[in-house]
């Protein structure tokens, strides 16, 4: 198919960042010390933040300490200079890109470019980043990605979408877009129902 725009998600895509969000989840909530980073990361993969505080608060009531949020983003941030690095072969897709690409993220707009500044990554987008907080919609529902869409004055069937997650893949599908699902941990035990990738060069095949 030939695609006129490629809508990358975030975290867990274009970054490995989530592992240093659920560290910063165990750091500022004491009822998650000495749960894992990587169960938590497979529990809340792709899920917007306000989701997973009540996801917490529902199986350990009385869980979320007042101010959780204000300390969990300084937290988070603070980690983020030493835990969050690009994913492997990221800088040699982008660089043979080249049509119309973006970022469709479910995290605040401050934070996508302050990942993509750590890895070095912003030279490839200095426009295009687009946050579930923009239009007050989070994924699984398809809104973010029909902005990102018309934004590019795109049909949603010549976008493709690369997602990690599952909700990712269920906004993209509602949205009418093509979607492949970045998988390089073997997180999804259904994979084989996916169109599945395990490194980003194999984007470069698709387009």
């Given amino acids: 198919m030939n695609y006129e725009l490629i809508i990358f998600d975030m975290d867990g ?3 490995q960042s989530e ?3 659920s560290q910063a989840l165990i750091d500022v909530i004491p009822a998650l010390v000495g749960q894992s980073t990587e169960s938590l990361t497979t529990r809340y993969k792709g899920m917007r ?7 917490i608060e529902r199986r350990l009531p009385g869980a979320i300490p007042e101010g959780c ?13 030493s835990m969050i690095k690009s994913s492997e072969g990221v800088v040699a897709m982008l660089e043979q890109i080249k049509g119309a690409k973006c970022i469709a ?3 605040p707009v401050e934070k996508t470019k302050r990942s993509l500044e750590l890895c070095g990554l912003s030279r490839y987008f200095q426009s295009g980043i687009f946050s579930a907080y923009e239009v007050n919609a989070w994924k ?7 902005h990102a869409a018309r934004t590019y004055a795109t ?3 010549k976008c493709l979408v690369v997602e990690d997650s599952a909700v990712g893949l269920e906004a993209a599908r509602a949205a009418g877009m093509d979607c492949v699902l970045y998988d390089p941990h073997d997180y999804a035990n259904d994979a084989k129902t996916q169109r599945r990738i395990t490194t980003l060069t194999e984007v470069l095949e698709m387009i």
């Fill in 19 to 21: 592992d240093c969000a």
């Fill in 140 to 146: 699984p529902d398809p809104a973010l990605f029909f």
């Fill in 105 to 107: 993220s479910n995290a």
């Fill in 13 to 15: 895509t274009l970054v």
């Fill in 155 to 157: 049909d949603p069937k």
């Fill in 49 to 55: 933040l306000a989701r997973i505080f009540d996801d």
């Fill in 69 to 81: 949020l204000e300390l969990y983003r300084e937290r988070e941030a603070v980690l983020s200079s």
